[in-house]
């Protein structure tokens, strides 16, 4: 966008803003990100594959990818199901169900894990219930579930809904004239109008799947090799101090951040639309 | 619309995604977040009091409270820095500056608060320069102050940015033709179209702030009674299996910050009709 005459700034005035804020991102945003690297490299290539060869952060490896595998579908099945009824149908309470589905991301992470605690824990509701039946949920896998489940919760309903209603439903309505049912439907003409927009969802979804630390540090137990995730892994290091390990660790998350944003970068392309990420 | 649907709607599903969503939206968000609502009465009133009067507490509530209103502050000149330079100038590298707005958003908390820690630490790249001029980052409730700045930032600036776009240059323009100084232009006509814009992004950075755990504790050296915010209390109130205890903590701070944003949105319904008419 360029002002005419009467609202342009000087040369200098424009060119002093941009610089200015390039060096304040710079050092506010990138200076962290480079220190990561700089410190997991600091002791070499062969600390770095050490840290990851441990068996105990291979455990948060795999720990990691399997809570991720399980919350991104179930969020998806749910963000999709809600998009769609907040997207193409009028009812009464809308409103109010896009605010619940939109809750998640006003509460502190440290609250999101409690919250099981005190559903599932030993003093929980339902604690002594669970425990005569010697099932596990809090500081166990379902527990992290649960927790990054509801941390994630709105990821994909809230990037699908502004589309979604701006698409409307003639074409839906269309193909459901035409003879197709609701799956066909969904699958032939919806899916095909979102796909990037769902992709970008997803990938965010994950993203914060991968990397949330509060919440499931409430509902983990910090038992190594168990129940331990890389962000629970890097403070566990740190807290001993190995701190060449400990930003190794944070490393491989901090690459996955930057996959993700490229990828929504390229994503947002392709849909020539952005959404806010949290 | 309603009726028509209730008799034949030529779109189907609606039953199937509204009972999936609200079975979804139940069984993760609604009923959990119900116990956290009423398990601090456990305590009783006086109890729930008590808790929540105690000095480090206290202490604790009023550094993420104090911390996060005074970071949303101050992400709110540096976000219409970002969100200007992003509308108004084309140059290279700006979409680079672009994504990089979005990197607090991306980063895991744990890996931000472990880089902000390196970098701010008295030995860090950062940190050293600076305690050579007596300001101490790391392990203090500044450190918290900027730990929540670098999270709170992209909030600041994505709510300004696409109000910027839209507002275009013409009202400035037509306010230089009619007599008005730059100053005066950006003063009177900018900024109070950007206001409420500035104040949402506010609210989303210091609802973000307030909870913040993650990107926190580790820059903050959680000294008790001076750098050591809730959310860390309510996480050793559960290790002591307190959890009435964590609950009236959790429960208090979740009041604040939506008390906070309905004041907003208050002033914002406020702000609004004066400034279109």
Not at chain 1, 78 to 92: E, L, N, Q
Not at chain 1, 126 to 143: C, E, K, N, T, Y
Not at chain 2, 14 to 34: D, E, K, N, R, Y
């Amino acid at each position: 966008m360029t002002p005419g005459p009467a609202a342009r700034d000087p040369a200098p005035l424009r060119w002093g803003v941009a610089i200015l804020a390039f060096l304040l991102l710079t050092v506010f945003l990138a200076l962290p990100l480079a220190a990561v690297f700089t410190e997991a490299l600091r002791r070499g290539w062969g600390t770095v594959l050490d840290a990851y060869a441990d068996p105990d952060a291979m455990a948060a490896i795999r720990l990691t990818l399997l809570v991720a595998a399980i919350s991104v579908p179930v969020n998806t099945i749910g963000g999709i199901a809600a998009a769609w009824c907040v997207a193409k149908y009028d009812f009464p309470g809308k409103r109010l169900l896009t605010a619940l589905i939109e809750l998640p991301f006003s509460v502190s992470p440290v609250i999101s894990g409690m919250v099981f605690v005190l559903l599932f824990g030993a003093q929980g509701w339902f604690g002594p219930w669970l425990q005569s039946r010697d099932i596990q949920i809090v500081f166990a896998l379902p527990g992290l579930v649960l927790a990054t489940v509801f941390v994630t919760f709105p990821f994909v309903a809230r990037t699908l809904i502004p589309l979604m209603q701006e698409q409307g439903r003639a074409e839906e309505e269309a193909a459901a004239t035409l003879g197709a049912g609701g799956w066909q439907t969904f699958r032939l003409v919806t899916l095909p109008n979102i796909k990037w927009a769902l992709l970008s969802g997803v990938l965010l979804c994950n993203a914060r799947a991968m990397g949330e630390f509060g919440a499931v540090s409430v509902v983990s137990g910090h038992i190594r090799g168990e129940t331990n995730t890389m962000p629970l892994h890097i403070e566990i290091l740190y807290n001993e101090y190995q701190f060449a390990a400990a930003f190794a660790v944070a490393a491989l998350l901090a690459l996955l951040a930057l996959v993700t944003l490229v990828a929504k970068t390229v994503l947002e392309r392709l849909s020539g639309r952005r959404e806010m990420v949290h | 619309m309603t009726t028509a649907r209730a008799h034949r709607d030529p779109l189907p599903g609606f039953g199937l995604s509204l009972g999936v969503t609200l079975a979804w939206l139940s069984l993760i968000v609604l009923v959990p977040l119900s116990a956290l609502a009423l398990r601090p009465w456990e305590l009783g009133v006086s109890g729930v009091i008590r808790a929540l009067s105690d000095a480090r507490v206290l202490a604790a509530l009023r550094l993420s409270f104090g911390s996060a209103l005074l970071s949303a502050l101050a992400n709110l000149p540096l976000g219409l820095l970002v969100a200007w330079v992003l509308v108004r100038m084309r140059f290279p590298g700006r979409r680079l500056l672009d994504a990089m707005v979005d990197l607090p958003f991306a980063l895991p908390t744990a890996v931000a608060g472990l880089a902000l820690t390196a970098l701010f630490a008295p030995n860090g790249w950062l940190g050293a320069p600076l305690k050579e001029i007596g300001v101490a980052v790391a392990y203090t409730p500044f450190g918290v102050f900027v730990a929540m700045m670098f999270v709170g930032l992209p909030f600041a600036v994505r709510t300004v940015e696409p109000v910027l776009r839209d507002l275009g240059t013409e009202a400035e323009e037509a306010a230089a033709t009619l007599g008005a100084g730059r100053a005066q232009a950006l003063v009177r006509v900018v900024l109070p179209a950007l206001a409420p814009a500035l104040l949402t992004g506010f609210g989303l950075a210091f609802a973000r702030a307030v909870g913040e755990y993650g990107s926190v504790i580790f820059i903050a050296g959680n000294r008790p009674m001076v750098s050591e915010i809730a959310p860390l209390l309510i996480v050793q109130r559960l290790e002591a299996f307190d959890y009435a205890g964590a609950a009236a903590i959790g429960l208090a701070m979740l009041a604040v910050s939506f008390l906070a944003l309905l004041l907003l949105g208050l002033v914002q319904a406020w702000l609004r009709p004066g400034r279109r008419g």
